[in-house]
């Protein structure tokens, strides 16, 4: 360590210690002031709110003396005061008089100039009961029989309190007032009762400002907490709130008690009411006291610090212009000498003291080195020659391997930098893209939901179902966009996995041939399924994967063909063409499958065939007007590369398209039920089981709506929870038989929902749903490892929610009629349509219909029919149903036998 450092050292440790005895003395010294003050301070405040309480009270008594002298108030005439001594809530209906209505009102100026009264009442000896507001439960009530009216009976000539009770409405605390009623004999004839909410005293002490930021409770004799800053602890006894609760009740007037708790040392400072008997008590947090003592400290420090760091500042000076400098100079020569070998340098040191002579001294030994040196010099100008030559030669190789070391740095680093990079992007999308599914699927829930509900309707008209299925399907289209898109995102990130299993081919290609049958036939288009007898029934594959790409592909074809037709050919490709290894399905050969799809649409560009399966292409390039993510060609060729195939197009323009695809497949095992088969139609639960309890717990008031009324209409008691807290609630008084629990909520999530019931009643806990908008595999992977025994992703349909009900719940359902079929036109609604109601239209108008008709053009017949005038009321209704029923058959043989001509 250099001298000018050891100096440094010593004056800052030395100022260090000095501070830290300072510091220490003064904090002791102003801790025994300040807590001392603080006594002093407290005891002051505690004694104001002791008269404030006192007042607060006494001005309600004396209001209500007077109140009760007041002579509507006395009169006898009470046999036509309402009385609840036989009332039925069903049947009771309030009747009030004038001299009762003049009392009501005199009890409401009484409630609106004292806004701390909750109600105003009087019971009399013949049962009758007079309130300032109509009871909520008009129910049998004798006031002659309440703890009120027996205490103010028993005390016929005082002022009483009641002890102080709970809120039935609000979570404060109320008292009640009572003074009982004589007339000019003494004879009690009733008695006058005033209820008294302690909120407004609550917030009088939550507002009141105690020193250093304490905080107020109000205590009765037992140590019971009448008020408090957190309504959490009213009706909590002071003794289980805090460790030395006792000691606190028995420290009398002016007590001071210091405890520890979890918010840290806390003082406590008790004051007892002499009026009521009540214990106002202050608490201070220690922290915030040793705050206000440090602050002090700190600054009387700052300021000794200032000064000693003056006195240091000018004692350095002193020692670094008489000592410090010339040492430095010394030190500086020496170092120069060192590092340049000049050995003509010499010190040039002022003065006569010790110093000087220091330098003289070095300035011989300088001498002596000179000469010493002048005499090695010419031995080593020879050897210097060698080394210099050497040197260079080291020179050159050294900067040839750190430039290329350089260069291989700079390159990691690059690299480094772009691998990052592209890792930071994707967990970027993939968070976007999950954060993006969870909220667009929260109101989709919403939308595809309700729609639900209003599909199990069965008195919804025919026109309305039409109109609902069409919202339901356009929410089912825009939760296939999603899926495609978090699709998309999955295959990119390799995270796509195959689940092969056994399932029954033909059984997928009809239920595809159903579903764009009714497409194609609208559009007026043929649609051919072409199986080679040779296609295998059951086979072991990915269903659900082979299924999307098939329904990709056909639904493109059926999209853009507007005249012509769509085939769709399957049959297995020879032995010699194909690459036959052993598959999982029993130990047996693979097959391939060759699937090709060919319309008679416009057909691709050749320069547009390029790109048709890369992300976000059109099909339809040049147009667009058909509307597509321009996602499904990708997913259908990564499905297909996935699952061990490969997929091309043949097109010409004007011409039509065929997409072929081939996919390896082995045996299956005949027997699986059909994945493509519906769920059965819930109606209710079948009678005979019990009650069945279900608690819905969601954050989002839509999303628990739909489950309430799902489960309601089939028979379940249900009850609600908007959060997690009020879940657990709800859970430990109710005990329902299952849970539907939502897992991202704020505050309290499921998962901690999820623990509390485990831990609540660990192996005899009720099964659990998890609810939930999340997509994410490891979120699934976390809720069933936390206890919830199957995961309901939303959107989600009505028959997926009950099936898993009936299987974890072990319930039975009746099953019932799909609503769209309930509700379908039977052969008794046949339209009431004849030749003759079409006799009376317009020739040009039955020929405008007729071509519409032969040419299956819906939106030009809609349009025709909705152009006829009042007089034609009949034809258009029922061609309307024709049109609506796709029956285009009778409606062409009605319109040609209607034609005159």
């Not at 709130?241 to 006792?246: A, E, K, L, S, Y």
């Not at 040191?349 to 030994?365: C, K, P, S, W, Y």
């Not at 997913?635 to 490969?646: L, Q, S, T």
Request: one cysteine or more; charged letters at 25%; glycine letters at 8%.
């Amino acid at each position: 360590m250099r001298l000018k450092t050891k100096t440094l050292a010593l004056f800052a440790v030395s100022g260090i210690l000095i501070l830290t005895l300072v510091g220490t003395i003064q904090y002791e010294v102003l801790k025994a002031r300040t807590f001392s003050d603080i006594d002093r301070q407290i005891a002051k405040q505690l004694e104001h709110l002791d008269f404030a309480l006192t007042r607060f009270l006494t001005d309600v008594e004396n209001d209500l003396l007077i109140l009760a002298a007041d002579a509507r108030v006395k009169t006898p005439h009470d046999d036509d005061f309402t009385s609840f001594l036989t009332a039925d809530e069903q049947s009771f209906v309030y009747r009030i008089g004038p001299r009762e209505q003049d009392i009501i009102d005199l009890f409401q100026t009484f409630r609106h100039y004292h806004p701390h009264v909750n109600s105003v009442y009087m019971g009399r000896e013949n049962g009758s009961f007079v309130r300032s507001h109509k009871r909520a439960s008009p129910t049998r009530y004798d006031p002659r029989t309440r703890p009120w009216y027996q205490l103010a009976k028993d005390h016929p000539d005082a002022v009483l309190r009641t002890p102080p009770y709970r809120s039935l409405t609000t979570p404060d605390v109320n008292i009640g007032v009572v003074v009982p009623m004589r007339d000019a004999d003494g004879k009690l004839f009733g008695v006058m009762g005033a209820d008294i909410t302690l909120a407004s005293l609550t917030d009088y002490l939550t507002d009141f400002s105690i020193s250093y930021d304490g905080q107020t409770l109000l205590l009765d004799s037992e140590g019971v907490v009448l008020a408090s800053p957190d309504s959490a602890l009213l009706f909590q006894n002071v003794r289980d709130i805090f460790p030395d609760g006792v000691r606190l009740l028995l420290t009398g007037k002016g007590g001071h008690v210091l405890f520890e708790d979890t918010q840290g040392r806390r003082h406590a400072y008790a004051h007892v009411s002499s009026e009521t008997g009540w214990t106002l008590v202050a608490l201070v947090d220690e922290s915030r006291i040793q705050k206000d003592i440090w602050v002090v400290v700190v600054r009387s420090l700052v300021i000794l610090a200032t000064t000693i760091g003056l006195l240091s500042l000018v004692t350095l000076i002193g020692l670094y212009s008489s000592i410090l400098s010339p040492l430095a100079a010394l030190t500086r020569g020496t170092r120069h000498i060192r590092q340049t070998g000049d050995l003509q340098y010499r010190l040039q040191v002022h003065g006569r003291d010790e110093i000087h002579d220091l330098g003289e001294a070095f300035n011989q030994m300088m001498d002596t080195l000179q000469t010493a040196e002048s005499q090695l010099k010419d031995s080593r100008e020879a050897l210097q020659q060698e080394r210099d030559l050497l040197e260079d030669r080291v020179r050159m190789r050294t900067a040839e391997i750190e430039e290329a070391n350089k260069n291989l740095l700079a390159e990691i680093e690059v690299r480094k930098k772009a691998e990052e990079t592209a890792e930071e992007a994707n967990r970027a999308k993939s968070l976007f893209l999950a954060n993006m599914s969870h909220e667009i699927r929260t109101p989709l829930n919403a939308i595809l939901g309700f729609t639900q509900l209003l599909l199990r309707d069965p008195q919804m008209l025919p026109g309305q179902r039409r109109s609902v299925h069409t919202v339901y399907r356009s929410g089912e289209h825009l939760l296939l966009l999603l899926n495609s898109i978090l699709e998309m995102s999955k295959i990119e990130a390799g995270r796509m996995t195959l689940q092969e299993e056994d399932f029954d081919l033909h059984a997928m290609l009809e239920d595809l041939e159903a579903m764009f049958l009714v497409l194609t036939r609208n559009k007026g288009i043929s649609l051919e399924f072409a199986v080679d007898r040779e296609t295998p029934r059951w086979i072991v594959a990915d269903e659900q994967k082979l299924h999307q790409v098939l329904n990709n592909l056909l639904g493109n074809a059926v999209k853009f063909t507007d005249q012509g037709g769509v085939v769709l050919r399957v049959g297995v490709l020879p032995a010699q063409d194909a690459a036959v290894t052993p598959g999982p399905g029993g130990g047996g050969s693979r097959q391939v499958l060759v699937f090709e799809v060919e319309d008679t649409g416009p057909g691709v560009p050749a320069e547009a065939q390029k790109t048709i399966f890369s992300h976000f292409e059109q099909l339809d390039p040049g147009r667009r007007k058909k509307g597509g993510t321009g996602l499904g060609l990708a997913i259908a060729k990564a499905y297909v590369e996935i699952m061990g195939g490969g997929i091309a197009i043949q097109s010409q323009p004007g011409q039509g398209s065929m997409f072929r695809f081939t996919v390896p497949v082995a045996p299956g095992t005949s027997g699986r039920a059909r994945s493509g088969d519906r769920l059965r139609q819930v109606s209710r639960l079948r009678p005979g089981q019990g009650e069945q309890r279900v608690l819905v717990v969601d954050d989002n008031e839509t999303n628990r709506e739909i489950l309430v009324r799902l489960l309601e209409d089939a028979g379940f008691t249900v009850r609600e929870a908007g959060d997690g807290r009020e879940a657990c609630r709800v859970y430990g008084q109710w005990r329902p038989h299952m849970v539907l629990l939502d897992m991202i909520m704020p505050e309290m999530d499921g998962f901690a929902v999820l623990e509390h019931i485990r831990s609540a009643d660990g192996s005899n806990a009720p099964p659990v749903i998890a609810v939930t908008a999340s997509v994410l595999m490891a979120e699934k992977e976390r809720v069933l490892a936390s206890g919830a025994v199957a995961f309901l992703k939303k959107p989600f349909k009505v028959e997926e929610l009950f099936d898993l009900i009936q299987k974890h719940l072990g319930v039975a359902f009746l099953d019932g009629d799909p609503p769209d079929q309930a509700g379908a036109a039977g052969p008794s609604d046949e339209p009431e349509l004849a030749p003759g109601h079409l006799s009376r239209l317009p020739a040009e108008c039955l020929a405008a219909l007729r071509d519409a008709a032969l040419s299956l053009d819906v939106e030009s017949l809609r349009e025709h029919i909705a152009g006829l005038g009042p007089e034609h009321a009949a034809a258009a209704k029922g061609l309307l149903t024709l049109v609506e029923q796709y029956r285009f058959e009778k409606l062409q043989e009605l319109l040609q036998e209607g034609n005159p001509s």
